[in-house]
Structures are given as structure tokens and as C-alpha cells.
């Protein structure tokens, strides 16, 4: 999982959102193969989301940070930059859920889609983003990963 | 209508998402003028969907199938290659309807737009994902067609 | 404001829509810098958002018209083509809920996003479609502005 934060990359600010990633995926049974904190640099967090990508290690990826409106906020234009596949669905459903109960929700431009057999996925930078945005996935999260990695899902 | 299947093509799995669209044009009152089934090819569903739109005599492409997540899933990008125009909110619209009844429906990575005077529409593989797109769909469908086919309309 | 409007442009038709942004913007505290209206051609509707959005003295610009399925309607094209960075989720809400009250709303293909600092969001044509944007907007458009801008916010 990848924070993408210029505070957080400089030892400035704590990552409580990469830590809620965490916390979440030990819940669901995720390994935590790799977590990382790059400032917002669209080469580095291209460079970042490729390597875990094509390293065929790596399932699901899912950032935090850098998907709204300031001129510093370049996540979405890396993650275009890497995936082979949109998958504009996943977007708008973290979107259509965040917005019900925040409307700001609404205004991170968040991608999301696969690059080879990877599932990536731009999470809002914000905790209680990432803590909504996680429960909207919930429902899919395993299926889209199964898909996307050649699994044989039941489904 | 368009059936993406690599099974169907090969004649090894009945078009029961074909049919459910057949049926549904039937009680609407549409005429299906070409039916067909390819395989998961990019080129393949792209020349369909290019010859049919540009023949002048179809007003409206309905997929079904390779809008997933799976390495053969490829129906989304042989679509954005023979669109003029998107029109994002008719997959907004599916996704959104689908999703609260199966959350898996935000998976479907489907587009929709218009090619010339022809609106095309990609609908998810299974038949429960053609019925409930079909549903979405009816409120708006046929202003979205008159619309884009240049037909007056009272709206 | 931009209108975009053959009819309107011709001096055929009075611009109801941009009236109902202006009266909105009055209420909302907003001053309206420049109000015009083109016709549905890309290169004139590009050209104005240019040229407002490269000005620094313009932090938002709506349009109204030309998001439809017609031949004629071309903003999404010529916003498209002026925009630095894509907010789809500003339009996902647009057609969410506008959607809810009239399934026609589905089809708009408004984009929004930033173009420098300028916040650029495609409002529908009609009256109605205008007043129901701008109030899908209003929960979070101050706080956009205030992002793109560069103003410090307490958020």
C-alpha cells in the first residue's frame, strides 16, 4: 500500500491513513506484502504502482493521498500513467458511498483499474476517507482481485 | 446486438444473455436488426461494432460480455476505439442500478456512447447483468436514441 | 458563465439557463466576471475557457448546453480538450442527482475538472437541469474553488 503525501514523506506528519489500511487488511485477512510513502511526485508514484505491479507479487494495491483538487495532488494522473485497464465502476462506487455521508466525497478524482494481473485502487487521502472508502470496497474488493489475478471464484 | 463470449463463439455455451436482450426488444417494440456472437478479441468486437454503426441502419448496439476484470475482459476498450463520443453517465447509470442490487455490478467496466448517429450501450455478461441493465436503461433509452439519431423529440 | 447555444448565440432564444446561474451566483455571494454565448462549435467554446481560465482572475466557470447526445452538442469535447486535470466525481454528483428526478439527466455528458487554478464544471442545458446541478453542487463547491484556488481551508 502506497501514502502518497509530501508531510508524510518528509517525517512530518504520521501516516494514521496508511495505518487504517493496515489495520483493515490484517481484519481481512490481507498480507501486507509492501508499504511505502512518497511525496506527491507523479514519477514516484508511477514508479512506485509499476514496480509492485510487475514485480507478480502484489494482488491489489491501494493508495492514499493526492486525489483532490490542489495543484499537488497528482495521484490519479500516475495511476492513469500505469494501468493498462480503467475500471471507472470501482471509483464511483467509493465515491457514491463517501458522498452520502461527506460531500466533499465527491471532489477526489481517485482512478481505478488493473495493470496486469493488479488490481489498483486510489483511496482519499483523509483516515475517515480511507475508513469509508475501505467499507464501500468491502462488498467487491475479493471478487475484483480474483478476477483480476486469474483465480477461480465461484461467483 | 453483440454477444462477447469466447464459449458462445465457439459454439460451446447457449446466448442466454443474447436471448434476454432479444426478448426485451421484442416487448419494446425494437426490431433487432443483426445479431451476433464473437469471441473476447479487441479487433473483433471493435469491427462489429464499427460496421454496424457506420452501415447507417442501426440505431442502437447493445453488448453483452468482456466488461470484467479478467485477462480476457476486453469489450470496454474495443468500444472506446470506435467511439466518437462518450457518454459516461449511461454506464454511471447501469453501475449504479446494478450495485445496489449485486455490488459486484461496479465491477462492470463497461462505456457507452455514440458512434455517428448510432448510440452503443455494453451491458454485463450475465443474464441477471442484462435484465437489470435493461432496466436502467428503459427510463432514458429511447431519447437517448432519438437524440443521437437526429429524430425530433417533444422533450 | 458560459453559455453554449446555437439558438442563443443567433439572439434566438433568451439564455433562461444563464440567468438561473447568474441569480444563483448572486444568492451564493458569487461575482459573475463574465457572462457570453456561443454557439455549439468546439473550437468557440474551448476558446472561452481558455482564455477565462488563463485570465487568474477567473476561480470557477460553469457552462450550460451542449452536453447532450445530439450531433450539435460538443462542450464535453471542448472542455476536454482545455481541462489540465479531470474531477469526474463533480459530474458523477451532476448526474447522480439529477438522475433521481429525471432519468434525461442520465444523459448529459458534462465533464468538470481544473484547468490551473480555474475550477470548469459542464452544466446541463435546460433550466431545470441548471437549477438541479447547481443544487448538487452547492455541498461542496465552495470547498473545490477554495482547493483549486490554493486558498487555505480550515478542512
Chains 1, 2, 3 share one sequence.
Do not use: C, Q
Request: aromatic share 4%; proline share 5%; glycine share 14%.
Amino acid at each position: 500500500m502506497l501514502t502518497v503525501s509530501d508531510l508524510g514523506a518528509a517525517g512530518r506528519r504520521a501516516d494514521a491513513s496508511g495505518d487504517a489500511i493496515v489495520a483493515w487488511a490484517g481484519r481481512r485477512g490481507y498480507e501486507v506484502v509492501v508499504r511505502s510513502v512518497v511525496p506527491d511526485e507523479t514519477d514516484r508514484i508511477a514508479g512506485k504502482l509499476a514496480r509492485w505491479a510487475d514485480s507478480g507479487e502484489v494482488d491489489l494495491v491501494l493508495t492514499t493521498g493526492g486525489t483532490g483538487l490542489t495543484a499537488r495532488d497528482r495521484t490519479p494522473e500516475a495511476t492513469a500513467a500505469v494501468l493498462d485497464r480503467r475500471a471507472p465502476g470501482i471509483a464511483e462506487a467509493l465515491r457514491a458511498a463517501g458522498g452520502r455521508r461527506l460531500p466533499g466525497a465527491w471532489l477526489s478524482r481517485g482512478l481505478a483499474g488493473t495493470r496486469g494481473a493488479t488490481v489498483i485502487v486510489n483511496l482519499p487521502g483523509s483516515p475517515g476517507g480511507v475508513t469509508d472508502g475501505l467499507s464501500a470496497l468491502e462488498p467487491f474488493l475479493d471478487h475484483a482481485v480474483a478476477l483480476a489475478s486469474g483465480a477461480r471464484t465461484a461467483h
